[in-house]
């Protein structure tokens, strides 16, 4: 099983809509959650952390779910520049430094 | 707003050169690393570094690969003899915390690295 599953898209969404993200964790020691979010060829950049409790900032709403290892991003409104590669992100395990990188999500908004 | 940044942007070497990688992290972090990324492939962790010591690697992070920080400013990747397998976009990032706890990472915008 992949360290971190999410689907690769693309999703091809009207300007306005809602749209949602999945990704699965296999490691139930990972504690600490992130969704970032990669244009071509650019830098992951830090979108969100994700919380036990769940956590919105602005159009953007995160949830884990820790007993599935199950978390979740929720665009609200979408705009056009909301497109990017939607990348699910996990710490190894309590005692390690590392991040382990899903392959990431596509979200195409169009007008 | 502090940012991570990385020089240079792209570098091109040939098989079997050595060649450094340079990274300015946030000045008041304290945790810094390393992550690559293969051209349609995801981001992987190489190295992380904290009070002058590698803490974490990777398998990846083999005897070709090396870090520093000569100063303080900048954090350096070496990798002593490049391989056609190493090119890739390398990425800088670092924290302010370190692990057992949220550790947000932030990137610099990359080095593409292409051997030839």
């Known amino acids: 099983r992949k360290e971190v599953e999410q689907d690769p898209g693309p999703f091809n969404v009207p300007e306005g809509a809602t749209v949602a993200f999945n990704c699965t964790y296999s490691?139930?020691?990972?504690?600490?959650f992130f969704w970032y979010r990669q244009d071509c060829r650019k830098e992951p950049k830090l979108l969100m952390s994700?919380?036990?409790s769940g956590n919105e900032d602005g159009r953007f709403t995160a949830q884990l779910n820790r007993a599935s290892q199950y978390i979740s991003l929720l665009i609200r409104d979408s705009k056009l520049s909301d497109s990017a590669t939607y990348l699910c992100?996990?710490?190894?395990?309590?005692?390690?430094?590392?991040?382990?990188f899903g392959s990431g999500t596509r979200l195409l908004v169009r007008p | 707003e502090p940012e991570v940044t990385q020089t240079p942007s792209h570098q091109v070497t040939q098989m079997g050169q050595e060649v450094i990688l340079r990274c300015v992290p946030i000045?008041?972090?304290?945790?810094f690393y390393w992550y690559r990324q293969i051209l349609g492939q995801k981001v992987e962790f190489l190295v992380s570094f904290y009070n002058n010591e590698i803490s974490e690697k990777s398998e990846i992070f083999d005897d070709q690969f090396s870090v520093e920080r000569p100063d303080g400013s900048n954090f350096t990747l070496k990798i002593r003899s490049t391989k056609l397998e190493d090119s890739a976009m390398y990425f800088c990032?670092?924290?302010?915390?370190?692990?057992?706890?949220?550790?947000?990472?932030?990137f610099g915008p990359g080095t593409r690295l292409t051997v030839l």
């Open positions: 990032a670092s924290s302010e915390r370190g692990q057992n706890r949220y550790n947000e990472q932030f």
């Open positions: 992100v996990v710490n190894s395990d309590y005692s390690s430094y590392k991040l382990i």
């Open positions: 490691n139930s020691a990972s504690q600490s």
């Open positions: 994700v919380y036990s």
């Open positions: 000045s008041n972090h304290l945790y």
